[in-house]
C-alpha cells in the first residue's frame, strides 16, 4: 500500500489495465483507465 502526503501527490498515476477480451486480433493495445482510484472520482 502506498501512503502520500498530500493529495497533490496522487495527481497523474490512474492505473491503466489491459483488456484481453478487447485486444483480441487487433495491433494495437487496449487499455482501460481506473477512474474510480482518482482521488476526485470521474468528474468530466
Known sequence: ????DS????I???PL???P???RG???TILAKIEYLNP???VK
Do not use: A, E, F, H
Not at 500500500?1 to 502520500?4: G, K, L, T
Not at 493529495?7 to 496522487?10: A, F, G, K, R
Open 7 to 10: 493529495i497533490l501527490d496522487t
Open 17 to 19: 489495465v489491459r483488456v
Open 1 to 4: 500500500m502506498q501512503v502520500y
Open 21 to 23: 477480451k478487447l485486444n
Open 12 to 14: 497523474g498515476n490512474t
Open 26 to 28: 487487433l495491433k494495437p
Open 40 to 42: 476526485g472520482g470521474s
